[in-house]
T-cell receptor, first 111, second 113 residues
């Protein structure tokens, strides 16, 4: 069965520091992978997605993610975090049209 | 372009009451789905539909019904609300193709007392 693991429940970073959010997946074939962000009281917004090809994908708001098949990982990164990045981040894998979400990582940004 | 619209945004129900959460999309997406979001559990799929007249169960379907009479609408019905159904509910839609991005509504926060 497909599954997604986000090992970090909560991360705190200082504004301007770099960020990496971890995501590991379990899936038999080459997966379609997504990162979504959820601001408080809002729905989910797509940050970026990986289907195939270049393993480093660029997304909105300065985020990027790297697909590593050997590690079954799809970690999200940002070189310099802004206070507005404080939110919950979800990694997801899709099979057909069915999404499997991780449990999310809550990001706090301190000034 | 409104995207995915959910109503209501907030709702309080008494145990045993029934209600319908509305979801509408204007992107002509074939695939629509309902999720519930609970702390520490991410989003879990309740029901989904691959087109008008076709629905199927997801991971946590008990206590919920759905129907899809049109492409645009996908209501979620709670038959007899229970406190365990207190959650935030999200509707999503996407094109019916592998790997298509899902678009989410703003959510409905439901409290069952």
């Amino acid at each position: 069965a497909q599954s997604v693991t986000q090992p970090d429940i909560h991360i705190t970073v200082s504004e301007g520091a770099s960020l990496e959010l971890r995501c590991n997946y379990s899936y038999g074939a080459t997966p379609y992978l997504f990162w979504y962000v959820q601001s408080p009281g809002q729905g989910l917004q797509l940050l970026l997605k990986y289907f195939s090809g270049d393993t480093l994908v660029q997304g909105i708001k300065g985020f990027e993610a790297e697909f590593k098949r050997s590690q079954s990982s799809f970690n999200l990164r940002k070189p310099s975090v802004h206070w507005s990045d404080a939110a919950e981040y979800f990694c997801a894998v899709i099979t057909g049209n069915q999404f499997y979400f991780g449990t999310g990582t809550s990001l706090t940004v301190i000034p | 372009n409104a995207g995915v619209t959910q109503t209501p945004k907030f709702q309080v129900l008494k145990t045993g009451q029934s209600m319908t959460l509305q979801c509408a999309q204007d992107m002509n997406h074939e695939y629509m789905s309902w999720y519930r979001q609970d702390p520490g559990m991410g989003l879990r799929l309740i029901h989904y539909s691959v087109g008008a007249g076709i629905t199927d169960q997801g991971e946590v379907p008990n206590g919920y019904n759905v129907s899809r009479s049109t492409t645009e609408d996908f209501p979620l019905r709670l038959l007899s609300a229970a406190p365990s159904q207190t959650s935030v509910y999200f509707c999503a839609s996407s094109y019916q193709r592998g790997g298509a991005e899902a678009f989410f509504g703003q959510g409905t926060r439901l409290t069952v007392v």
